[in-house]
């Protein structure tokens, strides 16, 4: 029995020096591993107790450590920090998104690492956090609970320059070196200033307008009916043939044209001039024997009047009255021209710019407006007359007596010269291909009113022509002249269209004012004293009717332009 204790207690003892022996080789077994690792590279040596580090430079990554430690983090020195950090600034964004945690078992416990985050053109390591790149637009950063007004990412994005930016023109939706912006201007980015030797305006713009106007009709008084205005016989209650009414009132064509050229780049001051016309519109009559009976209505007045007429009363001039052997032909002519030139300086006043949103997507579109001034000159005339031809021939009075044959020509002609300064306001507003432009204006100055009245008549075709007709006699023939104070408001209402960076479709609506013109209808006096007409038998006459006075009236002028816009 003790010899079995004895090899129970011997078998106890080795099991407690096996153990014992194992845990003694755990240390050399993991000292022995540490010792075959120390043969590694730098790099492998790294990687193996590798803790993510914070590097703030670019070539920090580069650098090595000949020291055979493997540090945490890697200081520069000071004259690397510093011509790294004149390189790239960190911003204080990007310096608050570190965040630091405690080094774990291998680390000293006042140690502290910092999570990496890899920057634009850095790869990242196993762990490290890579963040986008800070997108920008028009120079400034887009921020995404507001806007930059034409710098946002909307204007510049696919609906922007797509849309033509301001006006379509790439160089004209820059800025000026005083800061604003070239709203509807073209500037051409490789002009060359100044041009020593003579040459073509290096910036300049020319256009050319289609006009379909409407003006305000020529007033014409009674000058051709069937018969008496009045009520006495015979031919009474005759009816108005010709006049009583306004005529050329239907539309005229006409063109319009205007050019110039900028003296700074930057579109401050220019000059410019231009010009437009309407078509001479005109209105006319013929009568004769289709026309039976065909008279000229007149009111006379007589030195004697019968017992029965008044001393002022509705007359007639026989024309054509198959009845009383008259037969004869009446022709009336009118005719009207407007026309008009004007040369200006135009300055630059204000100019601002913004993002809207347009169409039916809703797209984000920029849009710029240009206000300016205008100083000029400007010159308009309006012609117009009346003329007025009747040939008649007369039965003989007896059986042996031939026929009288009376040819009379009158005419009644207007001319109103305008010249003043003129005063200009212009607003333009752009919204990507579209322009839209309103102009005021106000033409300050005197208006030269001209009258010319003539007349007369040839008795059976020979002799001299006899001075006087029927409504044109003595009394009111010749030439007058007068100078007015007159205004001469003008405004404009333009749509375009940008066809290409230099080239402007343009529709447009214009209505012109003046005061104090003298139009001929209204030179007419219908009051006639019979014993001026030429070889009547009349008493002597008067001298007095009919009478001339300037009668003063106004006009307007409106209509509708479309025309192209070059600019260069």
């Known amino acids: 029995m003790s010899q079995r204790l004895n090899n129970t207690h011997r078998m106890m003892l080795v099991a407690v020096a096996a153990t014992a022996a194992f845990c003694l080789s755990t240390p050399l077994l993991a000292q022995t591993r540490s010792i075959s690792t120390s043969g590694l590279g730098s790099e492998q040596s790294a990687r193996a107790a590798w803790q993510p580090v914070r590097d703030l430079s670019k070539g920090s990554a580069a650098a090595t450590d000949n020291s055979g430690q493997i ?10 920090t510093q011509r790294q950090a004149t390189q790239r600034k960190p911003s204080a964004a990007q310096a608050n998104t570190s965040r630091l945690r405690p080094v774990g078992h291998s680390a000293t416990a006042n140690s502290v690492l910092s999570e990496p985050i890899v920057m634009e053109g850095e790869m990242p390591m196993d762990g490290q956090i890579m963040l986008e790149p800070m997108q920008h637009y028009g120079g400034e950063p887009m921020h995404m609970g507001g806007s930059y007004g034409c710098d946002d990412m909307g204007c510049d994005g696919s609906c922007g320059p797509a849309m033509g930016g301001c006006d379509g023109a790439s160089c004209s939706s820059g800025y000026c070196s005083n800061g604003d912006p070239m709203c509807g201007e073209y500037r051409d980015c ?32 009674p000058l051709a009916s069937t018969g008496r205005l009045s009520d006495r016989e015979p031919l009474a209650n005759g009816s108005v043939l010709y006049g009583g009414n306004d005529v050329i009132t239907d539309n005229l064509n006409g063109g319009r044209l205007d050019f110039g050229f900028w003296f700074d780049k930057c579109h401050t001051w220019g000059i410019g001039g231009g010009g437009f016309a309407l078509d001479r519109g005109t209105s006319s009559f013929a009568g004769g024997s289709q026309n039976d009976p065909l008279v000229r209505p007149i009111i006379t007045v007589l030195d004697n009047p019968a017992p029965n007429m008044d001393e002022l009363g509705e007359a007639m001039a026989l024309v054509n009255y198959s009845q009383v052997g008259h037969t004869g032909t009446l022709n009336i002519d009118v005719d009207s021209r407007l026309t008009g030139w004007n040369i200006y300086l135009r300055h630059f006043r204000t100019a601002e710019q913004g993002c809207t949103h347009t169409g039916p997507c809703s797209c984000p579109t920029r849009w710029c407006a240009r206000s300016e001034h205008r100083l000029g000159f400007r010159s308009v005339e309006l012609d ?28 009644f002609r207007t001319r109103n010269q305008f010249n003043g300064i003129d005063l200009g306001w212009y607003h333009t507003r752009s919204i990507g291909y579209w322009n839209f432009d309103l102009g005021l204006q106000l033409g300050v100055g005197n208006m030269r009113q001209s009258v010319q009245i003539a007349g007369s008549t040839i008795v059976n075709g020979t002799g001299p022509a006899l001075n006087g007709g029927l409504l044109a006699l003595n009394s009111n023939i010749g030439n007058y002249e007068r100078n007015e104070f007159a205004v001469l408001p003008e405004f404009n209402a333009k ?7 230099q080239l402007r479709a343009t529709f447009g609506y214009t209505f012109l004012y003046m005061s104090n013109v003298v139009r001929p209808g209204d030179q007419i006096d219908r009051i006639i004293d019979t014993a001026q007409i030429p070889n009547a038998n009349a008493p002597t006459p008067t001298g007095t009717f009919p009478r001339f006075a300037f009668d003063n009236t106004d006009y307007w002028a409106q209509g509708l332009s479309f025309g192209l816009n070059y600019r260069w």
């Open 190 to 221: 490789n002009t060359i200033r100044p041009c020593i030797t003579l040459c073509w305006p290096q910036d300049g713009w020319f256009s050319a307008e289609y006009l379909m106007w409407w003006q305000d009709g020529v007033s014409l008084p």
């Open 384 to 411: 117009e007359g009346i003329g007025i031809d009747s040939n008649i021939m007369v039965a003989g009075a007896g059986p042996g007596d031939g026929p009288l044959t009376f040819a009379l020509t009158e005419s």
């Open 71 to 80: 540090r945490l983090v890697d200081h520069q020195s000071p004259a690397a």
């Open 495 to 501: 749509i375009g269209y940008q066809l290409t960076d």
